[in-house]
């Protein structure tokens, strides 16, 4: 039994539940609200983070939610909500509907994301895939599963036959250009890419050995807490794209299944990166 067991049943209890709402709206036309240029929402994306948000507080009144819905409605930046938060409280990090564009046009590449971090650490991550009705989830210390079946991440160690993915980013322009160097760079080196524009997809889809790698500039707190777990717990690595450990404030990630870390780290070239890396300072 590990001390964490509890919040993932009930992370997953809420994600099983907020899905079956998701999917009942999917075939219903959506009121979509833009958010910012290329970023929406829908009030289906509001009803279940409700849904999320208010049944934890219910469980945990101790706990404190960070939500993407409710971050993006602040006037502050996502990083600055960020260092407020404090370090040592159990937090929930909630993406309701992750993957909104792709809801929005049918396209069943969306999902859940449920993360529970103290002390800056994950400790609990579930990511449902509602389409599929696939839920993975993991705990600190603990195997990553789908559906109750251990997953590890692909054995593959060559980029010829490497599948990567990456998202082209909503709203930051700077992370667009990037993304399309990184296209360029290691697009002569792998053998296929995907697109998916739903970080938690591509997080899971690594996790299971679906595909074997997952580069993106231009991320959010919570489109990948709960996928750094799993990715991790199912034998992957997690960076961020100039090598170095994932933090709460770094915007441009790297997952890969271990053995093609390097070689992709090796793929991005200087000048595809940040000048400076988007961190806390």
Known sequence: MSEYD???????????QAGAYVRLHASIPHAVVSKQKFDFVTETDSVSEHIITSYLLGKYPEHLVFGEEAVSSQRESENDLIRKLPENRYIWIVDPIDGTTNFIRGIPQY????????????????????????????????????????????SSASLDTSIIATSFPAADMHARELVLKSLYECGSGIMSLRIWNCAAIAAVSLACGRIDGYVEPGIHLWDFSAGKLLIENAGGKFSDIDGRPYHMFQKHVLATNGHLHEMLLDLITKETKPQKSAGAG
């Open 6 to 16: 509890g919040f993932l049943e009930s992370a997953k209890e809420i994600a099983f």
């Open 111 to 154: 999902a859940i994301s449920i993360a529970l971090v103290r002390n800056w650490q994950v400790v609990v991550g579930v990511v449902y895939d509602i389409s599929r009705d696939e839920m993975f989830s993991t705990s600190r210390g603990n195997a990553s599963v789908c559906n109750g079946k251990e997953i590890h991440v692909s």
